[in-house]
């Protein structure tokens, strides 16, 4: 306990992040099918969040560390100034951590203020740690060179005065690029139309249109609104086909029910089909948006597949199949997880075979064990803010 009190903050915090990461091993290992579905949700979601805000905690003491101990130690001694900025880090940090709470807590049909404040503190802390730890490596690197070199104190003190300015780069840098992202999410989403030659395509399915929509992420910061301008885009697109490629979603159903009602409104000639993502699974309620989704006419594929025909009498069709997230085994996820044997049971390698994964890793896994696959779309094709219409070609 004595060798435990004289480490430091941040191998303390190391440790408690470790330890409830492990705690969510052990509890899914051995939890999952002791405790009713409801607890064990609640007792996953609780966890998440702790483990993400202790790993959060290690880049806010070093952001405070370069942004508040640093500038302040050279402006001298502590003024107003100083103390406002502090309370301003301290804020932001605060804001930034308060974050992944509002997913669970704060939540309704369209996003609260307090919502989009703190993900845009979040957004513009992951960027300020980026830089301000490439900054920091730079700036190790270039005092290592000149010590070795015999460099003398006032050249040392040349190099604090460099990193500071450094730091207050990181800190423009952070604001500017914020600054651009704001800008960009209250665009409209932006259409991508690509053709695509799909090999062993029937003749009959020229031309077949096919949108794909992926990390919408509906929740602290997309609402009900958003959700209906994307579903009268991509009706106006007169698609015969709708993928959404993972990641729908960030809360459970209960808190997000009533504004995914536009999805209702999709009109594709050959249906409407789904696959997870990894934040559904973040949710613990994936069994809920199935049968959420199912009401709203969408099919999700839990590495299962659907064969698409023009008709019902014709002999002609494509076998659409979907796989579970990656991450879904990693969470011990009870009975969810990449199975590609399953997914494709039924699709004959003579026919045109569409795969649907979420993350590029799962594509590239699938094309190894299945060659034959003939088109993979996954998340990297559909970019956020952007619906990507396909045209499909024999």
């Known amino acids: 306990m004595m060798i435990f009190g004289k480490l430091s903050l941040e191998v303390k915090v190391a440790i408690a992040t470790a330890v409830v990461l492990f705690s969510m091993f052990i509890s899914r290992t051995f939890l999952t099918e002791n405790v009713d579905k409801v607890t064990r949700a609640k007792l996953f979601r609780f966890q998440f969040l702790l483990f993400i805000n202790c790993l959060m905690l290690l880049g806010s003491l070093y952001i405070w560390k370069k942004t508040v101990v640093t500038l302040c130690r050279a402006s001298g001694p502590a003024s107003y100034l100083t103390g406002c900025w502090k ?81 207050i780069l990181a800190i423009g840098i952070t604001v500017a690029l914020t600054c651009v992202g704001l800008l960009n999410a209250a665009r409209p989403p932006a259409v991508v139309r690509v053709e695509i030659p799909v090999h062993k395509l029937p003749a009959s399915f020229n031309n077949l249109k096919l949108v794909l929509l992926a990390d919408i992420h509906l929740g602290a910061t997309v609402g009900k609104s958003k959700l209906a301008m994307i579903v009268r885009m991509v009706n106006d697109l007169q698609p015969d086909i709708v993928v959404i490629a993972g990641d729908l979603t960030d809360s459970p159903v209960a808190s997000l029910g009533t504004a995914t009602e536009p999805l209702r409104q999709l009109r594709p000639r050959l249906g409407t089909y789904f696959i997870t993502g990894n934040h559904e699974y973040y949710t613990a309620d994936v069994s809920n948006w199935f049968s959420h989704l199912r009401a709203l006419n969408i099919q999700s594929l839990h590495n299962s597949n659907a064969k698409i025909s023009l008709s019902r009498d014709s002999d002609e069709w494509l076998c659409l199949a979907g796989v579970d997230d990656l991450e879904a085994r990693l969470l011990r996820y009870s009975g969810h997880g990449m199975d590609l044997e399953k997914a494709l049971a039924g699709c004959s390698p003579d026919r045109a075979i569409v795969l649907l994964a979420h ?13 034959d696959i003939s088109l993979v779309l996954s998340e990297r094709r559909n970019t956020p803010n952007k619906v990507t219409k396909l045209d499909l070609n024999s």
């Open 359 to 371: 993350q590029p890793l799962a594509a590239k896994k699938a094309l190894q064990a299945r060659p």
């Open 87 to 167: 309370c301003t880090v301290l804020l932001f940090l605060a804001f930034a951590h308060l974050s992944y709470f509002t997913l669970l807590y704060l939540v309704s049909e369209e996003p609260y203020i307090f919502s989009l404040i703190a993900y845009t503190c979040l957004g513009s802390y992951v960027i300020a740690l980026f830089f301000l730890f490439i900054f920091g490596c730079i700036d190790q690197c270039y005092r290592l060179l000149t010590r070795r070199a015999g460099k003398t104190l006032t050249a040392a003190a040349g190099t604090s005065k460099c990193a500071n300015k450094k730091v």
